[in-house]
């Protein structure tokens, strides 16, 4: 086992410089920039604001006459302005060498600072990461709670009137976004049109600091619960197909069908024999499916509830070419979802001995 651990963190480095590579490019290859945002936000703001802009990038003294200023802004942007631009957000170099110092510097986990936020790339994450933790967290708990016995019981009821009608229900989390639910619930619950039971801003309260800790912790669900619920109904459909149908094949196995003429009980052979072998695809993916709950699927969420995390981080800086953000969280996540991946794998071992990665390797 330990050998295929080595390969697998030794494979995750050509990955995660190919991930790289690949996004790298696709950005070189896209329009605008950085520069060309800062020019463009000059040349909507006039003549002006664009002569005072150019005179303290490039460096030039405060007691330069109005009207020189104004005559370079009025025949358009200065070159040198231009040049003190691509300067500071590091395109007076050429793209590989851009490519290496910033794969350099990653390597130390050094993922420099924002464009416009004047803040780390590391402070924005770890300022943003309560909220996504906590949709991620609980939205797979949640989901898990919920999928894995539905499942068991829709499985263990196949053709009945229970299997049908909940089926029906898992066709609506099948077909309605989350996003949808979101706004449904605000709508139903959070002052749209009916009740104003929840808060619609923010993770907690303005005065959280100054609850009792009991106060903090159902302030806290107060304002967790209508996002986490429309994260779940959009999301545990289907966990709950792949439950039952992992419990649907063990059913119909021969050591099923032992068990029961040995005169083992219904709930013996279910929890005894045929739960571990089902739940081996489920309960593995656990580690995958909170990573892609955590950084892939809350954007719309956020915005929803205006929640200040990830997904808003990443579609904010992707917007403003916010390039240390962009791949700096890139680097981050990608590195994180390959050791889950690994973690993943582990997992099946843990809950079946029997299977051996080496063995099926060699």
């Known amino acids: 086992m330990r050998a295929y651990i080595l390969r697998r963190l030794l494979l995750m480095i050509p990955t995660l410089f190919g991930i790289m590579v690949l996004n790298f490019l696709i950005v070189q290859a896209a329009p605008g920039g950085p520069v060309e945002r800062v020019l463009a936000q000059l040349r909507g703001h ?6 005072r802009f150019a005179g303290s990038a490039a460096g030039e003294a405060a007691s330069a006459p109005a009207a020189t200023e104004a005559s370079r802004g009025a025949r358009g942007i200065d070159p040198a302005l231009v040049r003190e631009l691509e300067r500071m957000y590091g395109f007076d170099k050429p793209p590989l060498e851009r490519f290496l110092d910033m794969m350099g510097n990653y390597l130390t986990f050094d993922f420099g600072t924002s464009f416009y936020q004047d803040r780390t790339v590391v402070e924005l994450v770890l300022d943003k990461m309560p909220v996504s933790i906590s949709l991620g967290l609980w939205t797979t708990l949640l989901v ?5 016995p539905l499942g068991i019981a829709k499985a263990v009821r196949d053709g009945s009137r ?5 089926s029906s229900v898992i066709i609506v ?3 309605v976004p989350s996003f949808l ?6 709508v139903l619950f959070a002052g749209g049109s009916f009740l104003d039971w929840f808060p619609l801003r923010g993770l907690v309260s303005e005065n959280w600091h100054e609850l009792s800790w009991p106060a903090r912790i159902a302030d806290y669900f107060w304002h967790i619960t209508l996002p986490v619920l429309s ?4 999301g545990f459909a289907g966990l709950t197909m792949l439950t039952k149908n992992a419990f649907l094949e063990e059913i119909h196995k021969h050591y099923v069908l032992t068990a029961r003429a040995k005169g083992l009980t219904e709930r013996r052979v279910l929890y005894g024999h045929v739960f571990r072998n089902a739940m081996l695809l489920v309960v593995a993916g656990f580690p995958s499916a909170f990573v892609g709950i955590l950084f892939t699927g809350s954007l719309l969420i956020e915005v929803i509830f205006s929640l200040d995390g990830l997904g808003l981080l990443g579609f904010e800086a992707a917007i403003n070419r916010d390039y240390p953000v962009m791949f700096g969280t890139l680097y981050f996540f990608t590195l994180l979802g390959l050791v889950m991946n690994l973690v993943g794998d582990l997992m099946y071992v843990l809950i079946d001995p029997r299977i051996d990665f080496e063995r099926r390797e060699g």
């Open 181 to 186: 639910f979101a706004v449904l619930l605000v």
């Open 46 to 51: 006039g003549i002006e604001a664009t002569a």
């Open 173 to 175: 989390g099948y077909a």
């Open 231 to 234: 994260m779940v109904i959009g």
């Open 162 to 166: 229970f299997d049908l009608w909940t």
């Open 144 to 148: 898990y709670l919920v999928s894995i």
